[in-house]
């Protein structure tokens, strides 16, 4: 916003430049307390999941870890993320014989003794492009991470978004990245939240339950959409959040259901099929681009921003 807005005085007229300036200080005033997060376009997390199936598809067909449409992942979320702004890295680990990426960015700013973290896996399974699992958190917390740079977000927390390799493996690549920080660098992590199946064609809305404040930063935003959630009993170990728990570090996220079936409740609550699976093309070859709900992606695109901004102001 601030260099935006010079580069907008110095090209405008007197008159013009004394606007913006008033512009700018009442627009800086009310960002430092808790500006609402923007609305996420589902259009634009499509299209980013659309990347990720055609690098699937040049590819053999899957994005798993140690082929080669996991690394031309990582390359195409890392350049989106590069021209926004960003500060990434990417952290290289060994796994069953083959070179493991995780990919991490870097918001400039806030405190860095207060980390608020967000993330998902990027690899999928053998068998498919992974669209839901995990293209769609990974889109989705690509779409949010370039709405922090566009909005020139000021958090007062220091913001990281990461991309994880090998999770299906047994999400290899967070926990290298936990066990590769000393004490104090973990000790500056004050959340994480995990995102990993967030547009389910049979959508649940689940919100991890394991820390309290976290949950109900969701359950609050989902309640003013008019959407009933259940807490995501049992999926404790079953992701990229596993490795931050074991750490003493509170977690949350959102998840949108797998190989587990829906109920007569859940259908009549949700609009869904009952009898059928959350997504019943996990980890198959099916999980393409028609594997998706658009309106859960939406939602938990919008919840997952929300979260964001929320949590770091
Ligand atoms: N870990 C997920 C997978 O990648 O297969 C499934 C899952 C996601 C389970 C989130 C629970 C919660
Ligand atoms: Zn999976």
């Known amino acids: 916003m601030k260099r935006r807005s010079a580069i907008a005085?110095?090209?405008?007229?007197?008159?013009a430049a004394s606007l913006l300036t008033v512009a700018g200080a009442q627009a800086g005033e009310q960002s430092s307390d808790a500006a609402a997060a923007p609305d996420i376009s589902v259009e634009n997390v499509q299209g980013h999941l659309k990347?990720?199936?055609?690098i699937a598809q040049a590819n053999g067909g899957n994005r798993a870890h140690g082929e080669p449409g996991y690394k031309a992942s990582v390359d195409y979320v890392k350049g989106k993320l590069d021209e926004a702004g960003f500060e990434t890295q990417v952290q290289e680990f060994d796994e069953g014989g083959a070179t493991g990426y995780n990919l991490i960015a870097d918001w400039p700013g806030g405190s860095g003794d207060d980390v608020l973290m967000a993330g998902g896996h990027l690899d999928s399974v053998t068998e498919g492009a992974g669209i839901n699992d995990n293209g769609s958190g990974s889109a989705g917390l690509l779409e949010v991470a370039l709405a922090v740079a566009s909005g020139d977000l000021e958090p007062s927390k220091h913001l990281r978004f990461a991309w994880w390799g090998a999770e299906e493996l047994g999400m290899v690549g967070s926990t290298h990245y936990v066990d590769s920080l000393d004490e104090a660098e973990r000790g500056k992590i004050g959340g994480y939240l995990n995102f990993d199946m967030i547009g389910s064609p049979n959508p649940g809305y689940f919100v991890y339950q394991e820390d309290q404040a976290l949950e109900k930063v969701f359950t609050d935003y989902f309640a003013g959409k008019n959407i009933e959630t259940e807490p995501a009993e049992g999926t404790e170990g079953r992701s990229d959040h596993a490795a931050f728990s074991d750490a003493g570090i509170p977690v949350g996220g959102l998840f949108t259901g797998a190989e587990g079936v829906m109920t007569e409740d859940q259908a009549a609550k949700w609009?869904?099929?009952?009898?059928?699976?959350?997504?019943?093309?996990?980890h198959s070859q099916c999980d393409g681009m028609d594997n998706l709900n658009t309106e859960a992606l939406d939602a938990n695109s919008d919840a997952l921003a929300h979260a964001v901004w929320e949590l770091s102001s």
């Open 271 to 282: 609009n869904g099929t009952a009898g059928e699976a959350f997504d019943k093309c996990y």
């Open 9 to 15: 005085v110095a090209t405008g007229t007197a008159l």
């Open 51 to 54: 990347e990720l199936d055609s």
